[in-house]
C-alpha cells in the first residue's frame, strides 16, 4: 500500500510536466501564426520613414536580397533600446537561414558591454560608445559597428496644453529646475514633474549631453526615475503635469500615442526623417561591439553583414522607428 | 530508548557486513544535503564582500562613504554616498511595519483568540494566497491602482491648522502617487501574512492555563489578549516584526515600480524616495562590471545582506530572552 | 493601585471593561474582514482584467506583434524553470530534512553543526531575492562564463529555496511518532532501512505538502531570474527542434531548444517586469493582467492542492 502512495507524489509532479509536454506538443504541429519578424504596420506611423528607407536602400551595393548564410549559434545581449531592432533582425535571419541560431538577451547596455569585453557573448548592443564606459584598455579590444540611430522625444501628460515646442534653452532651464511651471513656457498654470531615467541610461547620457550640454539636472522633491522606456512611459502618462524622454519606438507605439504630447526641439518634429537630415538632435548611434573584428565566414561576420544589407537597413530599421545608416566598413 | 536500540543495532551488523559498512553512506549523503546549506552561505558572503569591498579596496573611498549623503556618480570626482538609499529603505520598511504591524498582531489574535473554527477555515488559506502572489504582480498593482489612486485623491498640500498657534503642520501633496507612502502601502499588505502568522504561532505557544486563569479571575477575554497574552508572546511577536522588516527591506521590484526612485534623503510620506533594492535594479544592467558605479552597487547588496544576517541574530538574541512559561 | 472598592465603582469599571471587550471583539472581527475583503478585491481585480484575455488559447498560443497572442513560450519556461529548480531542490531539501530529522544531533561538537545548519537555514531564508540575483549573475553568468540559462536561473532559486524545503521535509518527518521507528528497530531493520521503509513513506502527505508550497514560491518568483536567466522577447518554440542536440554545448540546440536547459528563460513573472519596463504594442496591458491572471491562479492552484494532496493522502494513509 505505503509503495503505491509513493508512486502518487511522485506521479503529481510527472503528470504536471507530461501535461505541459503533451499541450506543446500538441501545439508545435500546427501552423503557427509566424512569430512576426516582419515589419508590422502598426509601426509605420512615422510616414517621413519610408523615404529615409528608400534612399538608405539605393545606397546599399549588395541586390540579392537573401543574406548568407552561415549555420552556427550566436548570443547577444545590452541595450534594451536596440534589443527589438535586433531581435526582429535575428528571427528574419534564422528564418531565412535555418541553420543559424540567435539568442538576444537584454540587460542593458553595460551588461552588454562587459559581457562582450569578457566573451560571454559574441555581440553586446549599446546606447552609448564603449569608451565612456569601460575602461580603456578593454575599450580598446572592441570593434564598433553602428548599425542604427536611435531618436529620442521630449514627451508631456496630455494634460500639458499648448506647449508643442522648447527650445534648447528652455528644455535645459526645465530640466535643470530653473523652470518649474507650465505657464513659464506657455503651458496651464501646473508644476512640472521631471521623470528621469536612472543616470547610468544611454537615453539619460545622450540628453544630457545633446540638449542640456552637461548641465546638472534638478534632483529632489518632484522628481521620479524610473527604470526604462515603458516604465516612463507609464508615469508620464499618469502623472499630471510630467515631462520625459523615450525612444522613437515607445513614442509611435500605438497604445502609447494618444496618451502622450510629443514635443519639438528647437522647432524641430521629431522624425526620423529629420533625425537622418541632421537637424533633428536628439539621437545617438546604435552600437553593436564585438571583441576583436569578427572572423570572415563566421556567423557573427555574417549576422553584422545582413544587419547592414538592405532587408534590415531599408525595411525592418525604419518599421521599428530607428534610423538606417549608410553602410559602414 | 529510541536512542540506544538505534545506536546498538548497526554495531552488530558491522560484523556481518565487513569493513566498508562502517562509513555509514547513507548518513554522509544526508549529512551533505543538509550542511551544503552551510556552503551557499559561505559562498553568498565571499562572493558578496569580495565584490562589496571592491569600492573601498580597489578604488579607493573610505568606507565612511557607506553614510555620506552625496550620490553623484557622474560628477568629476564622482560621490558614492549610500545614506539617501540606506534611508529610504529604513524609512519605507518603517512606514511598511507601522501599518502591517497592529493589523497582524490583530488578525493573529483574532485567529488564535476570537475566530470560530469556520472563520480560522477561511482566513488561514486566505493568507497562504497572500504569500503565494508574486512581488511583481504586487508591484504591478501598485503601479495601477495604488499610484493613480494617491495622486488624483490627495493632491495638494496637507496643512493641520490650530486656530491660535496656527500652522503646525504642512506637507507638500502627492504631485504624482509614487511616493514612499506608496511604497509602505505595497510592503505592508506583501509582509501581513508573515508578520500574522509568526504572531499567531506565539499567541498558541502561550499555555492554556493562563488564559484559563485569567479569565477565573473574571476579567474580559480583551482584558487576558491585552495584559497576559501579548506580553507572555512578545518575544514571538518582535520576531515576526523583525521577519517581516527584513522580507520588506529586502524587496526590490514591487518596491521600484511605485516609490519614484529619487536619489535623495527622504523628505515627506507623499514624496518620491529610493531604495537599496531599487537602485540596484535602476543600475546594475546599465553599468559595466568592474567600474566603480557598479562597485557601489554590489557594496548596497553586501549591506543588504549584512542587514539580514543581523535580523537572524536578532531574532535568535530575542528568543534566547524569551522568558521560560 | 489606588483603586475605588465601592460596588457602583466595581460595576462601573466592569461595564466599561465589557463594552471595551465588545469593542475589541468587533475590531478583531473587522480586521480579519478587512483583510479578506482586501483578498477578494484583489483577486476580483484581475479576474475582471484577465476577463476576455485568458483563454486557452492566451495560455497555450504564441505571443504576436498584430493581435493579443498568447503567452505560451514565457509559461512553459515557467514550468521549465519549476521542474528544473524541484529537480535539484527536492532531493537535496528531502535529504538534508532527514539529516536534521533522524540524524542531527543538539549537544557536543555535532550539535555546533547542527545550529551552524539552522542558522545558515535562517540566513539564507531572509537573504533578500535580488542579492541571490546578483550572487547568480556573479558566479553563474559571469565566472562560469554560462551567460544568462536557465540552468544558472534554477540553480539560483534552489539554493534560495532550499532552506524552505529543507524545513518543510524535517517537519513532515518529525511528525512521525516515534513508535513507528522504534517497530521498525525492534524488528532488526537498519537506521537507513527505518527511515526508507516507514518513516519516508509516513511523512509522504507532509513533503508532498511541502513540495507544493515551494513549488508555489519558485513559481512566482522574478527578482533572482532577472539576473540569472536572462529577459528576452518571447519567440515561438519549436519542440521538435533536436537539430544538433548532442555533447557540443555550442550547437544550436543547446541556446534555443525549449528543451534544453543552457538557454535563457524568461518566466511568466519576469514576463510581467519586461512588459512593464520595455512593452510595446497595443496590448502590452493585457498581457500583463492576463500573465498576473495566470500566476495567481497558479498560486491558487498550487496552495489549494497543496491541501487537497495533504488531506487526500493522510487519509487514505490513516486508513490503510
Redesign the interface.
Known amino acids: 500500500?505505503?509503495?503505491g502512495?509513493?508512486r502518487?507524489?511522485a506521479l503529481?509532479?510527472a503528470a504536471?510536466?507530461v501535461a505541459?509536454?503533451c499541450?506543446?506538443?500538441g501545439?508545435?504541429?500546427t501552423p503557427?501564426?509566424a512569430?512576426?519578424a516582419t515589419p508590422?504596420?502598426?509601426a509605420m506611423t512615422d510616414t517621413p520613414a519610408a523615404s529615409t528607407a528608400s534612399t538608405s536602400t539605393a545606397s546599399t551595393p549588395t541586390p540579392a536580397a537573401t543574406p548568407q548564410c552561415v549555420?552556427?549559434?550566436i548570443?547577444t545581449?545590452g541595450s534594451?533600446a536596440l534589443?527589438?531592432l535586433i531581435?526582429a533582425a535575428g528571427?528574419q535571419y534564422v528564418k531565412e537561414c535555418p541553420?543559424?541560431?540567435i539568442?538576444?538577451?537584454?540587460?542593458g547596455s553595460g551588461t552588454g558591454l562587459s559581457?562582450v569585453a569578457?566573451?560571454?557573448?559574441q555581440i553586446g548592443e549599446s546606447d552609448v560608445k564603449a569608451e565612456t564606459k569601460l575602461p580603456a584598455a578593454d575599450a580598446a579590444k572592441l570593434v564598433d559597428h553602428v548599425i542604427a540611430k536611435q531618436g529620442w522625444i521630449m514627451v508631456t501628460n496630455k494634460d500639458v496644453t499648448g506647449v508643442t515646442n522648447l527650445t534648447t534653452q528652455k528644455a535645459t532651464d526645465i530640466w535643470t529646475g530653473k523652470i518649474t511651471n507650465w505657464k513659464d513656457v506657455g503651458g496651464p498654470d501646473m508644476p512640472i514633474v521631471l521623470i528621469f531615467r536612472p543616470q547610468s541610461s544611454g537615453t539619460r547620457a545622450t540628453f544630457k549631453s545633446v540638449v542640456l550640454h552637461g548641465a546638472t539636472e534638478a534632483t529632489g522633491g518632484q522628481t521620479l526615475t524610473e527604470?526604462?522606456?515603458?516604465?516612463v512611459t507609464?508615469a508620464v502618462t499618469k502623472t499630471n503635469g510630467s515631462t520625459s524622454v523615450i525612444g522613437f519606438?515607445?513614442y509611435n507605439?500605438?497604445?502609447n500615442k494618444p496618451l502622450l504630447n510629443g514635443l519639438q526641439l528647437d522647432g524641430v518634429d521629431a522624425t526620423l526623417a529629420n533625425m537622418t537630415a541632421g537637424t533633428y538632435k536628439l539621437s545617438a548611434d546604435g552600437n553593436l561591439y564585438t571583441l576583436g573584428t569578427p572572423a570572415p565566414g563566421s556567423l557573427t561576420d555574417a549576422f553584422l553583414a545582413y544587419l547592414m544589407g538592405p532587408e534590415v537597413q531599408g525595411t525592418i530599421i525604419p518599421s521599428l522607428s530607428y534610423a538606417p545608416v549608410v553602410p559602414v566598413k | 530508548?529510541?536512542r540506544l536500540?538505534?545506536a546498538d543495532?548497526?554495531s552488530t551488523?558491522k560484523v556481518e557486513t565487513g569493513r566498508l559498512a562502517r562509513i555509514?553512506v547513507?548518513?554522509i549523503?544526508?549529512?551533505?544535503?543538509?550542511?551544503?546549506?552551510?556552503a551557499?552561505?559561505v559562498?553568498?558572503l565571499l562572493?558578496?564582500s569580495w565584490?562589496g569591498i571592491q569600492l573601498f579596496v580597489k578604488d579607493g573611498y573610505s568606507p565612511g562613504t557607506i553614510l555620506s549623503p552625496t550620490w553623484d556618480p557622474l560628477a568629476n570626482t564622482p560621490a558614492f554616498g549610500l545614506l539617501p538609499f540606506i534611508a529610504g529603505t529604513l524609512v519605507v520598511t518603517a512606514g511598511a511595519l507601522l501599518i502591517s504591524t497592529p493589523?497582524s498582531v490583530?488578525?493573529a489574535?483574532?485567529?488564535s483568540e476570537?475566530?470560530p473554527n469556520w472563520?480560522r477555515s477561511?482566513?488561514q488559506?486566505?493568507?497562504?494566497?497572500?504569500v503565494?502572489?508574486?512581488?511583481?504582480?504586487w508591484?504591478?498593482?501598485g503601479?495601477t491602482?495604488l499610484v493613480p489612486f494617491l495622486s488624483d485623491t490627495f493632491s495638494g498640500p496637507l496643512v493641520v491648522s490650530l486656530p491660535v498657534v496656527g500652522k503646525v503642520f504642512s506637507m507638500p501633496g502627492f504631485l504624482t502617487g509614487f511616493s514612499w507612502l506608496a511604497g509602505s502601502l505595497v510592503l505592508s499588505?506583501m509582509i501581513?501574512p508573515t508578520i500574522t502568522s509568526v504572531s499567531y504561532d506565539s499567541f498558541r505557544a502561550v499555555p492554556q492555563e493562563l488564559r484559563t486563569g485569567s479569565l477565573a479571575l473574571g476579567?474580559?477575554?480583551?482584558?487576558t489578549?491585552?495584559h497576559i497574552l501579548i506580553p507572555a508572546a512578545l518575544p514571538g511577536i518582535l520576531t515576526a516584526v523583525v521577519?517581516g522588516m527584513?522580507?520588506a527591506?529586502?524587496?526590490?521590484?514591487a518596491v521600484q515600480?511605485v516609490i519614484g526612485n529619487s536619489p535623495t534623503l527622504p523628505a515627506a510620506i507623499t514624496q518620491p524616495v529610493t531604495t537599496l533594492?531599487s537602485q540596484?535594479?535602476l543600475d546594475?544592467g546599465n553599468t559595466v562590471?568592474g567600474e566603480p558605479w557598479q562597485d557601489a552597487l554590489?557594496t548596497m547588496?553586501l549591506v543588504?545582506?549584512v542587514l539580514?544576517?543581523a535580523?537572524?541574530v536578532l531574532?535568535?538574541l530575542i528568543n534566547k530572552r524569551r522568558m521560560p512559561l | 493601585m489606588t483603586a475605588n472598592h465601592s460596588p457602583a465603582s466595581l460595576h462601573r469599571r466592569t461595564s466599561r471593561?465589557?463594552v471595551?471587550?465588545r469593542?475589541?471583539?468587533i475590531?478583531?472581527?473587522g480586521?480579519?474582514a478587512?483583510?479578506?475583503l482586501?483578498?477578494g478585491t484583489?483577486i476580483l481585480?484581475?479576474a475582471l482584467a484577465a476577463w476576455g484575455v485568458v483563454s486557452l488559447g492566451f495560455i497555450?498560443?504564441?505571443?504576436?506583434?498584430?493581435?493579443l497572442?498568447g503567452v505560451?513560450p514565457v509559461f512553459?519556461n515557467s514550468?521549465y524553470m519549476l521542474?528544473l529548480t524541484?529537480l535539484i531542490a527536492v532531493?537535496?531539501?528531502i535529504?538534508?530534512?532527514?539529516?536534521?530529522s533522524?540524524?542531527?544531533r543538539e549537544t557536543g561538537p555535532l550539535g555546533l553543526?547542527t545550529s551552524?545548519?539552522r542558522?545558515?537555514?535562517?540566513?539564507?531564508s531572509?537573504?533578500?531575492?535580488?542579492?541571490?540575483g546578483?550572487?547568480g549573475l556573479?558566479?553563474f553568468?559571469?565566472t562560469f562564463?554560462w551567460?544568462?540559462t536557465a540552468l544558472g536561473g534554477a540553480f539560483a532559486l534552489t539554493?534560495f529555496n532550499?532552506?524552505l524545503m529543507?524545513r518543510l521535509s524535517e517537519q513532515a518527518l518529525r511528525a512521525v511518532p516515534?513508535d513507528e521507528?522504534?517497530a521498525s528497530?525492534?524488528l532488526?531493520?537498519?537506521?537507513?532501512q527505518t527511515?526508507r521503509?516507514v518513516v519516508?513513506?509516513?511523512a509522504?502527505p507532509g513533503?508532498?505538502t511541502g513540495?507544493i508550497l515551494t513549488a508555489?514560491?519558485v513559481?512566482?518568483?522574478?527578482?533572482v531570474l532577472?539576473?540569472t536567466a536572462?529577459?528576452?522577447?518571447p519567440?515561438?518554440?519549436?519542440?521538435?527542434n533536436f537539430n544538433?542536440f548532442g555533447l557540443d554545448f555550442?550547437?544550436?540546440w543547446?541556446?534555443?531548444s525549449?528543451w534544453s536547459p543552457l538557454?535563457?528563460a524568461t518566466t511568466l513573472?519576469?514576463y510581467?517586469?519586461?512588459?512593464?519596463?520595455?512593452?510595446?504594442?497595443?496590448?502590452?496591458?493585457q498581457l500583463?493582467d492576463g500573465s498576473?491572471a495566470i500566476?495567481?491562479g497558479m498560486?491558487?492552484i498550487?496552495?489549494?492542492g497543496a491541501?487537497a494532496?495533504g488531506r487526500v493522502?493522510t487519509r487514505?494513509?490513516t486508513a490503510?
Not at chain 2, 476579567?219 to 482584558?223: A, S
Open positions: 500500500m505505503i509503495n502512495y509513493r502518487i507524489g503529481a509532479l504536471t510536466l505541459a509536454a499541450s506543446s506538443a501545439a508545435s504541429p503557427t501564426p512569430p512576426t508590422t504596420p502598426a549555420s552556427g549559434s548570443t545581449s534594451t534589443q527589438p531581435d528571427k541553420g543559424a541560431t539568442t538576444v538577451n537584454g540587460g559581457q569578457q566573451g560571454a557573448v527604470d526604462s522606456n515603458g516604465a507609464t519606438a515607445y507605439d500605438p497604445s | 530508548m529510541a536500540i538505534a543495532r548497526p551488523l555509514d547513507p548518513m549523503v544526508v549529512f551533505m544535503a543538509a550542511a551544503s546549506m552551510i551557499i552561505v559562498l553568498l562572493f558578496i565584490q493589523l490583530g488578525l489574535a483574532f485567529l476570537v475566530a472563520a477561511v482566513v488559506p486566505a493568507l497562504e494566497i497572500f503565494g502572489i508574486p512581488s511583481v504582480v508591484g504591478w498593482l503601479l491602482t499588505v501581513l476579567t474580559t477575554r480583551w482584558q489578549i491585552r521577519l527584513t522580507r527591506a529586502g524587496e526590490a521590484l515600480m533594492t540596484i535594479t546594475m562590471f554590489w547588496s543588504l545582506l539580514s544576517i535580523s537572524v531574532v535568535r | 471593561a465589557i471595551a471587550d469593542a475589541a471583539t475590531v478583531l472581527w480586521t480579519a478587512f483583510v479578506l482586501l483578498l484583489i481585480h484581475f497555450f498560443g504564441d505571443p504576436s506583434d498584430t493581435a497572442g505560451f512553459w514550468i521542474a524541484m532531493p537535496v531539501g535529504l538534508g530534512g532527514i539529516y536534521m533522524e540524524y542531527a553543526v551552524a545548519i542558522f545558515a537555514e535562517e540566513a539564507i531572509s537573504v533578500p531575492s535580488i542579492v541571490v546578483l550572487f556573479i558566479l553568468v559571469d562564463r551567460g544568462f539554493l532550499l532552506p529543507t516515534q521507528r522504534q528497530l525492534a532488526g531493520a537498519t537506521k537507513w527511515i521503509h519516508l513513506p509516513l509522504i513533503l508532498v513540495v508555489g514560491r513559481f512566482g518568483e522574478a527578482a532577472l539576473f536572462g529577459i528576452g522577447t519567440v515561438h518554440y519549436d519542440f521538435a544538433g555550442n550547437s544550436g543547446w541556446h534555443t525549449p538557454r535563457p513573472s519576469v510581467i517586469w519586461k512588459l512593464n519596463s520595455e512593452g510595446l504594442g497595443a496590448f502590452k496591458n500583463a498576473a500566476l495567481i498560486v491558487l498550487f496552495n489549494l491541501r494532496v493522502l487514505k494513509l490503510a
